[in-house]
Each structure stands twice: as C-alpha cells, then as structure tokens.
C-alpha cells in the first residue's frame, strides 16, 4: 500500500517482526520529521538522486551530525538517536527498520574453504 506523505510517498515491501523495508520516493525539498524510535535502527539506502541525513546529540541542538548521501550511498541510525532525512533533489531511498540481535549468533562446526579446480570438475562430473 502507498502511504503518502507531505514529502512524497513511502510503500512497505516487506515485513517481519524484527525488520522492515521500505521504498521511500521524496521531492526535492521534502524532509521528515526530527524524530526517534525507541527499540528499532534505521538503515537509509539511496538509490538515486541526493538526500541529507542529520542526527542530533546530546540536549537535541547543540550537537549535529550530518551527511549527505548519494546514489550507492548509505548510513544507519541507532535507535534513541533524534533524526531527519531531506531530500536536495528528488530521490529515491530505501528505508530498513530492524532490531538488532545482541551478540554473536553462529556457531560454526568448520571454517569454511576454497575448492580446487579438479575437485569443482569431479563434483559437476556426479551431479550431471
């Protein structure tokens, strides 16, 4: 479903209980709200044109960070952590909201390799 907004539209393409992606297509010159989320990150994805990014420390003013992104170009946001994207010119973003898994999350029984070029004919040989 295509949500509009005052910056442009937002479609949800996918969803579980821990993540969510979003197309975001914006006008140039729309922005977000200066906003937070209290348990999720932000993932922003540019897929073209050119969008600002800016975070905000400390008492919400004094401390700005910001960072201009471009086509191929992407940033995370953390959760808690006040923020905005505005669009310089027209642009499309993809938008990941995902909570974050706490500590490692594998347990590996080897370490994986490389194999050779007689062993990657042998097994192609069996599988036809």
């Not at 974050?100 to 390799?113: F, H």
């Amino acid at each position: 479903m295509i949500e509009g907004k005052v910056w442009g539209e937002t479609v949800e393409i996918f969803r579980t209980e821990n993540v969510s992606v979003h197309a975001l297509t914006i006008r140039a010159g729309g922005y977000s709200s200066r906003h937070s989320h209290r348990s999720k990150s932000n993932y922003f994805y540019v897929i073209d044109g050119a969008v600002t990014v800016r975070t905000w420390r400390g008492d919400h003013a004094a401390l700005v960070d910001e960072i201009t992104l471009r086509a191929g170009q992407s940033t995370m946001v953390r959760p808690g952590l006040l923020h905005q994207f505005d669009a310089l010119e027209a642009s499309r973003m993809i938008e990941i909201y995902f909570v974050g898994l706490e500590g490692p999350d594998i347990d590996r029984l080897d370490v994986g390799g490389l194999r050779c070029e007689a062993e990657l004919r042998a097994k192609r040989k069996t599988s036809e």
